[in-house]
């Protein structure tokens, strides 16, 4: 899990620790002096470097050291876990806001960002994090404490006593002030080597600004000050598209000279993202556009960014003949894009830039040099030879105006010659920035990726980091090798080499294009799939419990190792294992969020099957998935099993055997089935040839045995808008709860027995109509990675949902519209996999159409009940935590009633909101004539 971060490296660490406060942090460095073991602090993994990787003891504050401590209208007291987007949204009720911003704010921590000196879009108006650090707590080597920070006459004085190491430092650094101040000149950006430009006259020497880019070799940070700033309430943003990518850059320079806050650019294929990503990115981007800027200007007043948004433009029109303004937000203002909008593109991008390319992918290895802007046009043209002599192309967005340029050269897969050239590019070019007076690293810092180079860029002064890193950490016990490194070749020692296709473990599912392998490879380790942001849903596990092994980037990592053999199905297995494969109930939002679209969800699937060929499906995952097994059964008992269902000692025995928790209320068993009493029109039999019909319905378990209603209101919605639809005999259970737990063979037998019965209708022509979302994701989706017959391929392209479909009868049904629906306030949620189908709330609309005025399409999140997930002991807790937006919102009173196409969602929705939740369906058939 903790092997892999957003880097080209791969470390499989000996173990992880999660501290919950110093004195653990303190435990665990002593417990690693005992046993001679490295330290790797970590914030959330997303170091382009390689910084937060190593084969020691992974050290993880996101989980535990989370916490905002105290804050005033200057500074914020923090733990380093505290994620940067959470921090914001907490400052964001007094108006503050801690200024740098990394595209990745939604996932990155206050200790990663310490860590590294990250900055962002906004750097050229507020800096980096080293220039808003105050004071930090720092664990260091020998597991005594140190308090930096210039004033620190809130606590006594304490500051720096810890180890002598102030006393050292200020010798040190007084001896050697003449090199640094000839070697590591004041620049705007710096994130590479150590800081050493520290003020060592006027009192003690401060050393927070050395701790601030040290990347844990020097101590482990536990707690930070950070000067935070008003946010100013006015701003403006510019999209301006160039022909060329020069023009941009000119244009870019020339916007350094005005008081902007923010100038972004982005090439060619960036630009081709950005129309990826939304539609109305498409028809705002231009195929010709060849390059263009992104413009802030933030200040007090409106009238004021305004005008000085206005002056940049036109001095840009100026230097720049083709600059062609795209796009105008101004906040508060309506504009057809907002200012939130715009800035939405490099956050939406940056992460999928791993999409480009085939069998060369763009990669992160010379991704953050900084040249002084004046500098940018000519660097980027020499940096261009540079690429070019190894027969390269690179892709390139930057922060133009203070000169950050982030290259992504497309390389060839793992090997030798990717190997040559992950040590010739940089090499080359960092020559080239250094020769503009750049630097090798602006805001990502060294890590694995730079630190053999950093000798080029600081010559001499290297001896010196040396001796810094000597008085902090003699045992060389804090993040080995990265800055102070004696291999030169460490760039290329830990790369993630690929799989060997050779030696795979024995798989279930079929994986064709895209293999196991390569979906696996996929995962670049982004972490935006660790995101909280109201922005999307993924993954809602990690969101209730924010702990790597939540998160659907630790499946990805586990499963390469199981198909590297490092990882074993007996591994899988372990409890450990089930842990990790039980933080995914199949919700599918990480696949469609993921900005690789990797396939997480059909991993983990693989992983249980793995489990289950090991010791078997846990009983009661294993009974719950064969609902369908007893359901005729059921149905007839149903005057007997429904009250024992509801007596107290039956619950409290389906808990201890089945893990069925006895918190909830579980649904009543129908008389008879559905399939049992399809209205005689519907059957197959009714028409001589099968012709006559139109449609066919799949029906779904719940449906066929708790609510054949649901069943017989769509049959009668279609006989209203003229559709005839067949319910096939024959059909089963869609087989979808048994892929869950990783039956593969379970759900594949029932997937061969629908497809049979399915296909010769898709053939056809008919659409396959599904009211339970998770029985059209089966048709869709699951299908085709069970069974290699001709017909699944026709049947996925038929299925569809319900709503959807009876959507296209809008007018129709319109004519339908009675009174029923005109007093009932109905909140409608929308279920994952309808997200992920991208149905678009298609029951909203139909409730409008047939009368209702008071339809709200509520977005809580996921509702945290995911098919049988939330039904057990074990999982009901989290099920609840993971649904409380939901049950909160639908406990307001504003509602009468909810609504949902999803029978588990349904479920959550009625479990103490004291609200009802029905099919839309039922509700749409309340307008029909009475029978
Ligand atoms: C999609 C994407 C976009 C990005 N955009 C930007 C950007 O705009 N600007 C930018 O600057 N960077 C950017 N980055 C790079 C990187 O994410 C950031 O630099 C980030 O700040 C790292 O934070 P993290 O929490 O992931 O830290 P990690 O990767 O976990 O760690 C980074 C370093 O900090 C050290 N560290 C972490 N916690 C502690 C601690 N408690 N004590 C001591 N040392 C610690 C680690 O040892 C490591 O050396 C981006 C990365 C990605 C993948
Ligand atoms: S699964 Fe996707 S979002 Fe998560 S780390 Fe991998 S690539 Fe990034
Ligand atoms: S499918 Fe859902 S629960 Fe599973 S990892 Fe993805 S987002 Fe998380």
Redesign the pocket.
């Known amino acids: 899990m903790y092997a892999t ?2 880097s080209l490296h791969r470390a499989v660490p000996l173990g992880v620790a999660f501290p919950f406060d110093i004195d653990d942090v303190r435990a665990i460095v002593r417990f690693a002096n005992e046993e001679d073991t490295p330290l ?9 470097t390689g ?2 990787l190593g084969p020691g003891l992974i050290v993880d ?1 996101s989980r535990h050291m989370r916490r905002m401590l105290s804050r005033d209208d200057e500074y914020v007291d923090v733990e ?1 876990g505290v994620v940067l987007s959470e921090l914001n949204r907490q400052l964001r009720s007094t108006g503050h806001r801690f200024g740098p911003d ?3 704010a939604a996932v ?2 206050v ?3 310490i ?2 000196n ?3 879009s906004r750097s050229i108006a507020v800096g980096d994090v080293r220039r808003h650090t105050a004071r930090t707590n720092v664990v260091l080597s020998d597991a005594e404490v140190l308090r930096t920070g210039a004033d620190r006459s809130d606590d006594g004085g304490q500051h720096h006593s810890a180890s002598g190491i102030v006393t050292r430092m200020e010798s040190l650094l007084g001896e050697r002030q003449e090199l640094i101040e000839r070697l590591q000149p004041q620049r705007e950006r710096d994130s590479c080597g150590y800081f050493l430009r520290l003020k060592t006259t006027g009192g003690p020497i401060d050393l927070t600004p050395l701790l601030v880019g040290s ?2 070799t020097l101590g ?2 536990t707690q930070a000050r950070l000067r935070i700033e008003p946010i100013p309430p006015h701003s403006a943003v510019s999209l301006v598209l160039f022909e060329s990518l020069d023009d941009a850059l000119a244009a870019a320079v020339c916007a350094a000279d005005f008081p902007i806050s923010a100038c972004d650019l982005f090439d060619r294929r960036h630009l081709s993202l950005v129309r990826e990503t939304e539609i109305q990115f498409e028809k705002l981007v231009p195929r010709a556009a060849g390059a263009a800027l992104l413009i802030e200007t933030e200040g007090e007043e409106a009238g004021d960014v305004g005008r000085r948004m206005a002056d940049v433009l036109h001095a840009i029109e100026d230097v720049a003949a083709t600059a062609d303004v795209a796009a105008q937000a101004v906040s508060g203002s309506k504009t057809a894009l907002s200012v939130d909008d715009l800035w939405s593109i490099p956050r939406k991008i ?2 999928r830039l791993t999409r480009l390319g085939g069998e060369r992918r763009p990669v992160p290895i010379v991704e953050d040099i900084a040249v002084p802007p004046a500098a940018l046009r000519d660097f980027v043209r020499n940096a261009q030879n540079v690429f070019q002599r190894y027969e390269v192309t690179a892709t390139m967005y930057a922060h133009a105006a203070h000169g950050q340029i982030h290259f992504r050269p497309f390389l060839p897969g793992p090997g030798p010659e990717r190997d040559r050239l992950l040590e010739a590019i940089p090499r080359d070019l960092y020559a080239v920035a250094i020769r503009h007076g750049g630097v090798i690293s602006g ?3 060294d ?1 694995l990726s730079r630190s053999a180079f950093l000798r080029t860029q600081h010559g001499e002064l290297y001896r010196v980091f040396r001796e810094v890193k000597d008085i902090f950490d003699p045992h060389n016990l804090m ?1 080995p090798g ?1 800055i102070v490194t004696d291999d030169p070749h460490v760039t290329i020692r830990r790369l993630r080499q690929s799989v060997d296709s050779e030696a795979l473990p024995q798989l279930q599912l079929r994986w064709s294009a895209p293999t196991a392998t390569q979906v696996a490879a996929d995962c670049n380790g ?2 935006n799939c660790k995101s909280r942001s109201d922005a999307g849903r993924m993954c809602p596990v990690f969101r209730a419990d924010p702990a790597e092994a939540s998160s659907p980037r630790s499946k990805a990592n586990v499963f390469e190792s199981f198909l590297r053999g490092d990882v074993t199905a007996t591994d899988l297995a372990s409890p450990a294992g089930r842990d990790l494969t039980d933080r995914c109930f199949q919700c599918l939002q990480c696949r469609s969020e993921c900005p690789a679209n990797v396939d997480i969800p059909s991993l983990v699937i693989e992983a249980k099957a793995a489990q289950i060929a090991v010791d078997g499906a846990a009983w009661p995952d294993w009974a719950l998935s064969r609902v369908h097994g007893i359901g005729d059964l059921a149905t007839a008992t149903a005057f007997l099993s429904n009250p024992l269902l509801a007596n107290s000692t039956v619950r409290w025995m389906l808990e201890r055997t089945l893990g069925i928790s006895r918190h909830r209320n579980l649904p009543r068993f129908a008389r008879r089935p559905f399939l049992r009493i399809v209205p005689r029109k519907n059957r197959e039999q009714a028409t001589k040839s099968g012709d006559d019909f139109a449609a066919a319905y799949f029906v779904d378990q719940f449906a066929n045995f708790f609510e054949p209603e649901i069943g017989l209101d769509l049959l009668r919605l279609l006989d209203a808008v003229g559709v005839r639809c067949v319910v096939p005999a024959g059909q089963t259970a869609s087989g979808s709860a048994m892929l869950a737990i990783g039956d593969i063979e379970g759900a594949r037998t029932l997937a061969d027995q629908n497809v049979r019965v399915l296909g010769p209708l898709a053939r056809r022509g008919l659409p396959i109509i599904c009211t339970e979302p998770s029985a059209l994701i089966s048709l869709k989706e699951e299908y085709p990675r069970l069974l290699d017959h001709p017909d699944v391929a026709v049947i996925a392209k038929h299925a569809v949902d319900a709503g959807v479909f009876l959507r296209e009868y809008g007018d129709q049904l319109s004519r339908l519209n009675s009174d029923s629906l005109l007093d009932t306030t109905i909140a409608h949620h929308e279920p994952c996999h309808s997200r992920t189908l991208q149905t678009q709330r298609p029951y909203v609309d139909l409730l409008r159409y047939l009368g209702s005025n008071k339809v709200e399409a509520i977005d809580e999140g996921c509702s945290g009940m995911a098919g049988t997930y939330g039904l057990t002991a074990r999982n009901y807790d989290s099920s609840l935590a993971i649904g409380r937006p939901l049950i909160q919102r639908l406990k307001s009173g504003a509602f009468d009633v909810g609504t949902s196409e999803c029978s588990a969602c349904r479920m959550q929705m009625g479990h103490r909101s004291g609200l009802k939740a029905v099919h839309p369906i039922r509700l749409l058939a309340r307008s029909l004539p009475s029978r």
Do not use: Q, W, Y
């Open positions: 971060d957003a790797i602090a970590r914030g959330a993994g997303t170091s382009t910084a937060a504050f380093p990394p595209a990745n990155t921590t200790g990663g960002m860590g590294v990250s900055s962002g990347e844990g482990l940070l940056i992460p805001e990502h810092g890590g993040n990265k982004c972490g």
